[in-house]
């Protein structure tokens, strides 16, 4: 309108160029990249989950047959066909051997570039849920140790993974006094001091505070983000459990914000 005819040229010509742009970006080619390259990242996924667990459970030279004995309880948890479950036994087989290292760098190497960093996030937490099952004890130096370098191959920094397990201790402990409705008063007062650092708050933090970090914590770890990201299907559960974790310290901070007033 202010520069007439000459102004009218400009607008077809930027009219164009963002059509072409949109129209490339939004083309079946594109999606269907898209689409390929998620289902990629999925196979990686499902890959280096088992392979891992495999040598996690061999990671004392020994095998240790309780970590064994919950991958195959976490396998039957999971929405997994008969061939999904060939695979995930063969995966965990072939990382118990003595030159699975070389593959398995090679699957978290491709999860650490085309993955993101939330669902890296999400495979270590999978990993350390398989190595805390059953056990009210800490996981072993080597344990860690090796975790830690499954950490940098999914190009994670050592400072991140520190604060995934401190985090998924956390996280644990109140989530199985929740699940377990302790009320003794010593217990009730350890639970909400774990529930506020679950949600990364401070007990001076404002309810409003509290409840916009709660939602971003639940979005992280929402189960069709993460399946949108490259997790499996058969492996949302895993996804929702977390969810309902970060959903009892919520629910404990605002009982214990109810009575206080």
């Not at 302790?182 to 933090?205: C, E, F, W």
Request: proline share 2%.
């Amino acid at each position: 309108m202010i520069y007439g005819l000459i102004g009218a040229f400009i607008g077809i010509y930027i009219g164009v160029l963002l059509h072409k742009y949109f129209f490339k970006r939004l083309s079946p080619s594109n999606f269907s990249g898209l689409f390929k390259n998620k289902k990629k990242v999925e196979e990686y996924f499902f890959k280096a989950t088992f392979l891992v667990m495999g040598k996690l459970a061999k990671i004392d030279s020994v095998v240790n047959k309780r970590e064994i004995k919950a991958a195959q309880d976490w396998m039957s948890k999971l929405k997994m066909n008969e061939a999904e479950k060939l695979n995930a036994r063969k995966y965990f087989n072939q990382g118990k051997q003595p030159d699975s290292e070389a593959e398995i760098i090679s699957a978290l190497t491709f999860l650490g570039k085309k993955g993101g960093k939330l669902l890296c996030r999400f495979f270590i937490e999978i990993q350390l849920s398989v190595a805390y099952a059953d056990t009210h004890t800490e996981i072993s130096a080597k344990e860690v140790l090796f975790l830690r370098w499954v950490s940098k191959n999914l190009s994670l920094s050592l400072r991140y993974f520190n604060w995934i397990y401190n985090y998924f201790r956390i996280q644990r402990d109140i989530y199985h006094r929740y699940k377990k409705y302790q009320a003794y008063h010593h217990t009730r007062i350890s639970s909400i001091d774990n529930s506020y650092k679950i949600l990364g708050v401070s007990k001076k933090a404002s309810d409003a505070e509290v409840k916009k970090s709660y939602r971003k914590l639940m979005s992280q770890h929402h189960p069709d983000k993460l399946v949108a990201r490259g997790l499996p299907e058969s492996m949302s559960s895993m996804a929702k459990q977390k969810s309902q974790e970060i959903q009892a310290a919520y629910d404990e901070v605002k009982k214990h914000r109810k009575a206080k007033m």
